[in-house]
């Protein structure tokens, strides 16, 4: 079955840069999607269609695309951007998939 | 404002069966693919189901395949799930969500315990 692959844990100071991968041999054609989740709380998406953000998610949360690698990153993080996410795809045969999950730790 | 409420949860031994509903309001619900994603507790996200708007297309997660069946009344903007044959590893929080992929709108999620 296909799968996505994120690191399970990164960590960085306030104001640095955070970077999450998520890698799948589909990626190149299909779009990847981003969810942050904090604990007890339904996930919210950050990033459509690899690099689109909707609206009232702030600027600082940016995607990208690279062959079968997307990336999130966000820029100037803060100590509320602490939480889960996850990267969700869709493989050629109409199935759904996500990926395992990366914790952001702010130090 | 889109609204997406689960019930139908709760503790159920293996073998038994459960139906969960996901009551839609908010927006013109017989136009939207609608999903099912669960989350084991402290695990990740995983896509168990979809359907689409008319009921006609659906498609399943193989850990579900064959003892899930999600359905649909768009006259009562309503979405289920039908889990037959539980096990312990379907233990998890349900989510109903709008749309096929690229979810905006999510439920809070009803927790369904498979135990003996």
């Known amino acids: 079955s296909y799968e996505l692959t994120q690191p399970p844990s990164v960590s960085v100071s306030p104001g640095q840069t955070a970077r999450i991968t998520c890698s799948g041999d589909?990626?190149?054609?299909?779009?990847a999607y981003w969810y942050q989740q904090k604990p007890g709380q339904a996930p919210v998406l950050v990033i459509y269609?690899?690099?689109e953000r909707p609206s009232g998610i702030p600027e600082r949360f940016s995607g990208s695309s690279s062959g079968t690698t997307v990336t999130l990153t966000i820029s100037g993080v803060q100590a509320e951007d602490e939480a889960d996410y996850y990267c969700?795809?869709?493989?050629?045969?109409?199935?759904?998939?996500f990926g395992g999950g990366t914790k952001l730790t702010v130090l | 404002q889109v609204q997406l409420v689960e019930s139908g949860g709760g503790l159920v031994k293996p073998g038994g069966s459960l139906r969960l509903s996901c009551a839609a309001s908010?927006?013109?619900?017989?136009?939207?693919?609608m999903s099912w994603i669960r989350q084991a507790p402290g695990k990740g996200l995983e896509w168990v189901s979809y359907?689409?708007?008319?009921?006609?297309?659906?498609y399943y997660a193989d850990s579900v395949k064959g003892r899930f069946t999600i359905s649909r009344d768009n006259a009562k903007n309503s979405l289920y799930l039908q889990m037959n044959s539980l096990r312990a590893e379907d233990t998890a929080v349900y989510y109903c969500?709008?749309?096929?992929?690229?979810?905006?709108?999510w439920g809070q999620g009803t927790l369904v315990t498979v135990s003996s």
């Open positions: 589909a990626l190149p054609k299909q779009y």
């Open positions: 969500a709008r749309d096929i992929s690229g979810y905006v709108f």
């Open positions: 269609k690899d690099s």
């Open positions: 908010g927006f013109t619900f017989s136009d939207y693919y």
């Open positions: 969700q795809s869709a493989d050629s045969s109409g199935t759904v998939v």
């Open positions: 359907i689409s708007s008319s009921g006609s297309t659906i």
